[in-house]
């Protein structure tokens, strides 16, 4: 059965509309931010900064039943990080499956994962592992996993990593032991509460600002899990505001308005991450084949409007501080 994207006919086609209106009206309020946000990046050459793009081919829900070209084992994921690779992606997003095909962080699973991934894609591809808790994992569970895998890049969610007041003390420790690692490291962001507790968090020194990046997630926990690109205003304002941290941001969005999201994003300074976790259509409303081809479409539309798109050395330096 072809999967219906959400909101693309009848009364909710409607709805979908109306909605758009509703959040265009909010952005137009908020163009004196969006102008100020875009000069502020102008002036810190961060419009001719190349994107980096990142795949996120899987995600921890989504199975073969939502699409058949979803990689679930290790030789799938490691094919489809060498054609994503070809395509324009700098560092690969991963999730691994357990024998139930149930989300896990187990050791093994990931260790074969980023074997299959070096071996199809090569040595120069970024491999992020995943922390996401998925109503299964607790702080400590997450933190020990990533300290026996030693991976060079991993995410983590701001509210899961420091989910309650007494987890700060071992979260801190935890990721000044990273820091001083030289691990990437890739904070989570679901809202703009997440980013201006994240500053909070920075500024008392419990997260160290070395090779950290952030990453706004659109959509996760709306309606129909849709996105617009007005969705990102109250995430700049919180980042751009006298709290603000001379870091690397990324982007992702959920639902059929991905592309729309990440182009609004890179165009303002930020990078991308694009692939079936979040999103399995085209702009078009077209059921994508695959992921290389989301990111093949990403790429183009970034140089058709004057982005250069990173490579994975790029990538790296600007994730270190390098660039």
């Not at 992606?89 to 991963?94: G, V």
Request: charged fraction near 20%; glycine fraction near 8%.
């Amino acid at each position: 059965m072809t999967p219906v994207p959400p909101g693309r006919a009848g009364a909710g086609g409607a709805e979908c509309a109306a909605d758009r209106s509703g959040r265009l009206d909010r952005a137009l309020i908020d163009l004196p931010q969006v102008r100020h946000v875009a000069a502020e990046e102008d002036s810190r050459a961060r419009m001719i900064a190349p994107l980096v793009i990142t795949v996120a081919p899987n995600g921890a829900r989504r199975t073969k039943a939502d699409h058949p070209a979803l990689p679930i084992d290790p030789r799938e994921i490691g094919l489809t990080a060498a054609r994503c690779r070809e395509a324009g992606a700098a560092m690969i997003h991963l999730h691994v499956r357990d024998a139930e095909n149930r989300h896990t962080l187990d050791l093994d699973r990931y260790r074969a994962a980023l074997s299959a991934v070096r071996r199809e894609a090569g040595p120069e591809m970024i491999c992020q592992v995943t922390t996401e808790a998925v109503g299964l994992y607790a702080p400590a569970e997450q933190m020990a996993a990533v300290r026996a895998l030693k991976p060079e890049a991993f995410s983590v969610a701001l509210r899961e990593l420091f989910a309650e007041p007494e987890d700060e003390a071992a979260a801190a420790a935890f990721l000044s032991e990273q820091a001083r690692g030289g691990v990437l490291v890739q904070h989570i962001l679901y809202d703009a509460g997440d980013v201006t507790r994240f500053q909070g968090l920075a500024a008392r020194g419990l997260i160290p600002l070395e090779r950290a990046s952030v990453l706004f997630v659109l959509g996760r926990y709306a309606v129909g899990q849709r996105s617009d690109p007005a969705d990102l205003l109250p995430f700049l304002g919180a980042w751009t505001s006298e709290h603000r941290l001379d870091l690397p941001w990324a982007l992702c969005a959920f639902g059929p308005r991905e592309a729309a999201c990440l182009i609004a994003a890179a165009a303002l300074g930020g990078h991308a991450r694009v692939g079936f976790e979040n999103n399995l259509w085209r702009p078009d409303g077209s059921l994508a084949p695959d992921n290389a081809a989301q990111v093949a479409a990403l790429a183009a539309l970034a140089q058709s409007v004057g982005l250069a798109v990173a490579t994975p050395v790029q990538a790296r330096a600007l994730f270190a501080g390098d660039a």
